[in-house]
């Protein structure tokens, strides 16, 4: 019977790493594609005339931006129906909000078309993305690692942080291809609808999954303990205080993720002058290093702690930055040595990712986890990551400062160096009943 019953928890586990890993991938090869694709959709929904091409690409990423100020929205909604019927149906819930709003875009008519409209409703389908794609990540993280078995909390917890990489994969590979298959004009008059409504067959498969998914064991228990709203771990007071040391620990990873893997395209082509396909190239081998090292990572901060993997991380971060971009912008480094270090980059990056997840889920009681480790991701995410391309481009615009990308990754990463050391050496050997 004790043998059956570990049968029904792997599958159970497994079952709960997949439902929540596809729909974190969609979410991602979603917001990875609008990255990739910013300069087209700036040419269709934000060219104003009289401004610069840079002007167009700032109204771009400023519509990005207001997506991702929509998340902690999205986290405190969902998150608390999360935290009070059940990971489960929210999840399914996210899941189908968000395939929506995805495919509502691919659909949707130019300024060419509707003139002013178009960038308004634009910009009100990725809010609507943002608030639901805001329940989806803690949800996600709750799910997976209250599924995961005793000691690999890390490991399935980067399977998180594994989905993004390969849904920034998935969404830079289709645009490449779609650059490589079409002409300029195709890509640009109908050629970038169509990752936007691939997403409907990917959700359908996703929602497919999370129907069939039971309630985590560690919700259910919760559920059932009577409850101390006097229990100082669950107050309000620390709920929030803990939410901004999340924040604090997770700004570098924000930061240094979104300025070398969403925003690098954009960056090369404006400031540095690369072509489109040599900019996506550069992006795809920066998102393999992301994937490739973030379950090595995971898997070690379960045997050596979160605190030893993401510190040695975030030293790397600090460390590679500046040389990276100096060495992308030396005209005299060959194709192959600027490919090894956006590579490098991308590796640096998935270090942190990949133990990220679960040091985030360790920090909060079952009552709260899915909202407070899904708010602390979200308003990083929204201050460090979807402002940063607005911010750096702006920057650039304003100074002619072309390092700007280095200042803002080093800057947000010593501050998570000093948040980091605040954590404990056994958070990962405790179990999250005990939190």
């Keep these: ?51 610069s091409e840079i002007t167009s690409l700032i109204l771009t990423y400023a519509a990005f931006a207001l997506a991702f100020f929509c998340r902690p929205i999205g986290a405190v909604i969902f998150g608390r129906i999360g935290d009070r019927i059940g990971r489960r149906p929210t999840l399914i819930a996210v899941l189908l909000l968000m395939t929506l709003a995805t495919a509502l875009i691919g ?37 997976m690692t209250e599924f995961a078995p005793p000691g690999k909390r890390g490991q399935y917890g980067a399977w ?11 969404g830079a590979g289709l645009v490449t291809l779609l650059a490589a298959l079409l002409s300029k004009e195709q890509l640009y008059q109908w050629g970038w609808r169509i990752p936007f409504l691939l997403a409907l067959p990917m959700g359908a ?21 009577p409850r101390t709203d006097t229990a100082p771990a669950a107050s309000l007071r620390g709920v929030v205080t803990t939410i901004l040391l999340g924040i604090g620990r997770m700004m570098g990873w924000s930061a240094a993720g979104y300025t070398f893997l969403v925003v690098m395209p954009s960056y090369l082509q404006t400031s540095l002058h690369a072509t489109f396909q040599q900019a996506l190239v550069a992006t ?12 090595p990572a995971g898997i070690l901060s379960d045997r050596w702690g979160r605190k ?48 990220g997840p679960a040091m985030l889920a360790e920090m909060f009681p079952t009552r709260v986890r899915y909202t407070g480790l899904g708010l602390a991701y979200s308003l990083s995410n929204a201050v460090f ?21 280095a200042y803002y990754v080093v800057a947000t990463s010593l501050v998570s160096l000093l948040a980091l050391m605040t954590l404990r050496r056994d958070d990962h050997l405790r179990s999250l009943n005990e939190r």
Excluded at 1 to 16: G, P, Y
């Design 160 to 170: 998180q942080s594994l989905t993004v990489a390969l849904g920034l994969l998935a």
């Design 205 to 225: 498969v996703a929602l497919w999954l999370r129907l069939k998914l039971e309630e985590t064991p560690t919700f259910t228990q919760a559920q059932r303990a």
């Design 385 to 405: 990551s979807g402002s940063a391309g607005l911010i750096i481009t702006g920057l650039i615009k304003q100074t002619g400062n072309i390092d700007i990308p």
């Design 107 to 143: 659909v949707m008519p130019t300024y060419a078309a509707i003139g002013v409209a178009a960038p308004l409703l634009l910009t009100l389908l990725r809010m609507l993305q943002g608030l639901f794609a805001g329940g989806e990540f803690g949800g996600a993280v709750s799910l």
């Design 308 to 355: 030893t993997v993401m510190l040695t991380a975030m030293l790397a971060v600090i460390l590679f930055t500046f040389p990276l971009l100096h060495l992308l912008q030396d005209t005299q480094s060959s194709l192959a040595i600027k490919g090894i270090a956006v590579l490098t980059a991308g590796a640096v990056v998935g270090l942190l990712a990949g133990p």
């Design 284 to 295: 795809v081998l920066a998102n393999v290093g992301f994937a490739l090292t973030i379950l």
């Design 1 to 51: 019977m004790a043998a059956h019953t570990a049968v029904i928890d792997a599958r159970r586990s497994r079952q709960a790493l997949l439902a929540g890993s596809v729909g974190n991938f969609i979410e991602w090869y979603e917001f990875g594609v609008y990255g990739f694709l910013a300069t087209v959709i700036a040419a269709n929904f934000f060219t104003l005339q009289g401004e």
